[in-house]
Structures are given as C-alpha cells and as structure tokens.
C-alpha cells in the first residue's frame, strides 16, 4: 500500500487518474462538519459544486435541509452554515443535506471517479486510517486548502494521517496542545474567529472525537 499527499482540484484528478483512494481533508471545516452531522444522525451527505448545482439537485431530494457557506457565513436562506458546532447541537436523524461550501464540496466532485472517496480529518483521523488500510488501495490524502492556495491545518492533517498509516499515530512528532497552538496561526481561524465562528474550531482540532467514515456512495456520502 502506497499513502501520498497532494493538494486541491489537480491532486484529486491525478489521484483519480492512478484510482487511489482518497481522504478529502477540509479541517476547517468541511470534513469535520460532515463527521458531526453524520454524529447527529444524517443519513446522506450530497456535495454540491456551487449554490446552482444544489438547486437543481434539489429537486431529487424534496426533503432535504440545504447546508452551505461563503467565506464562512451561512448562505441566506439555508437551513445550516458549514459548522460543526451548529450539526453538533442539530436532530438530523433520517435527514439527507445537500451541502455547498467554498473548497470541500468541490473537491469531493473532483474525486468522485475514484473507487473510494472518504472525509477524513483529525476528529476521525484513526477511523479513517483503519478503514482504508483494510481496502487494498494506494492511497492519496488530498488537502482541500482554501481558495486554491495550501493552509497549515489541512498539510498539517495529512502529515498526520500519513504518519498514521504506519505508525498508529504514536510519537508523531507534534502532541494535540502543539498541533491546535500550530493551527491557531491559520488564516482559516483567523477568519472564523472574525465570524463570530471561533467555537468550531474545537471541534476541528478534536483528535478522534468520532469513530465515523464518511464513505462517497454515487451522489454522497453515507456511513460505512
């Protein structure tokens, strides 16, 4: 088993290309927002590529509550933003959400020809690495970044994850204090804590707070 990194839209497609599997890493916030609404009893995730595209996807799904942000603020007239603090607090039993966000719904559309597409981040980091060692797959942990340029809390992720993958984690060379102090510096948290956003970033920084894999299954995510 090969485990690589890479980042945004081109790594996906050359991970697509090799059909590795692939850990979509948005820590802040996609992926961990995902793993708590699934936490909270969503029962389908649907990514969708712009506020257009969840529109039209819709229309398949009359039922749905429509989650979404832009530069992390709630899309007017949207049932959620993209928090985890917000999914944490939400009854979603039974719900599918349609989901659009400025970098993690993107990537998961770019990734969708690979034969497994999984969220990972540190709330599920050992959950993820469990499950995908037992798929027989190369593996690309892709980093969604923010508006195509890299941040330090998706590379600092999937240095994680990575290391996870042959070492279960232990004496990874930075503890939970110095990896939440290091993403602190983040221009992500900088601009969650401008929303009035910064209590999400608990929960982004909670190493294996879920046992949860969200696994891509046609048009969206389910639980394994």
């Not at 290091?182 to 929960?203: I, Q, T």
Request: aromatic share 8%; charged share 25%.
């Amino acid at each position: 088993m090969k485990v690589v990194i890479d980042h945004g839209i081109s790594g996906a497609t050359r991970a697509v290309a090799r059909q590795d599997a692939i850990i979509i890493v948005d820590t802040i916030r996609a992926s961990t927002t995902y793993v708590n609404a699934f936490g909270k009893g969503v029962n389908r995730i649907v990514p969708c590529s712009s506020r257009e595209d969840l529109t039209n996807r819709s229309e398949k799904y009359p039922d749905c509550v429509k989650s979404g942000e832009r530069q992390c603020k709630k899309i007017e007239g949207y049932d959620f933003g993209s928090s985890p603090k917000e999914m944490s607090l939400s009854n979603l039993d039974g719900k599918t959400m349609l989901s659009s966000t400025t970098n993690g719904s993107r990537m998961v559309v770019a990734s969708h020809d690979s034969p497994c597409v999984v969220m990972g981040s540190f709330c599920n980091a050992s959950a993820v690495v469990g499950y995908l060692k037992k798929q027989n797959l190369d593996v690309t942990i892709v980093c969604s970044g923010r508006l195509g340029e890299e941040v330090i809390e998706d590379n600092l992720c999937a240095e994680f994850l990575l290391w996870g993958f042959d070492n279960l984690f232990v004496d990874f060379r930075l503890n939970p204090k110095e990896i939440y102090a290091e993403c602190l510096e983040s221009p992500s948290y900088l601009m969650l804590k401008s929303a009035g956003l910064e209590d999400d970033f608990d929960f982004c920084m909670a190493i294996d707070s879920h046992s949860i894999v969200p696994i891509l299954d046609g048009d969206g995510f389910i639980l394994v």
